[in-house]
């Protein structure tokens, strides 16, 4: 999972696809933190990509950096923890302007049953679960 994160991180930039009834839905994103053992993402509850992921929470991301491309294929878990948004929070200070860990819409959520998949066109691909 670290190597996960890391990778992510270098890549600086991925794109989450969530489902919206028969319709993907994708956009940039960036934050990523490893907290009490499992991978999270930041968001807020009142954007789309939100309500999506509560109606259905099968999400994928993608990023790719110096040949190399990765996908993480799963499952989102809301987590209202404080401590978990407060870790995210410190580990990207400027989101701080927008967000806090005691607002109503500061929201991360952590992979289940996700699937990451590093790949590239000059080696097999490299699976990794958590
Ligand atoms: C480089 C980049 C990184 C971003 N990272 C995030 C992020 O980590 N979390 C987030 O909620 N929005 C992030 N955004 C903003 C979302 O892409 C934007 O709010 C998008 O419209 C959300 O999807 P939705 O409209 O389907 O709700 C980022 C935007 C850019 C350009």
Sequence with gaps: MQKVCDFIKKCETYYLATVDGD???VRPFGTVNIFDGKLYIQTGKSKD????????PKVE???????????????????????AKKAMLD??????GMYSEDDDNTEVLYFKNATA???????????INF
């Design 49 to 56: 990509v939100s309500k999506q992921i509560q109606a259905n």
């Design 61 to 83: 991301l993608c990023c790719f950096a110096e040949g190399t491309w990765l996908r993480v294929a799963g499952e989102l878990v809301r987590d209202d923890n404080r401590d």
């Design 91 to 96: 580990a990207y200070p400027m989101l701080r």
């Design 117 to 127: 998949t590093f790949s590239s066109f000059t080696a097999a691909p490299e699976v």
């Design 23 to 25: 319709q993907p839905r």
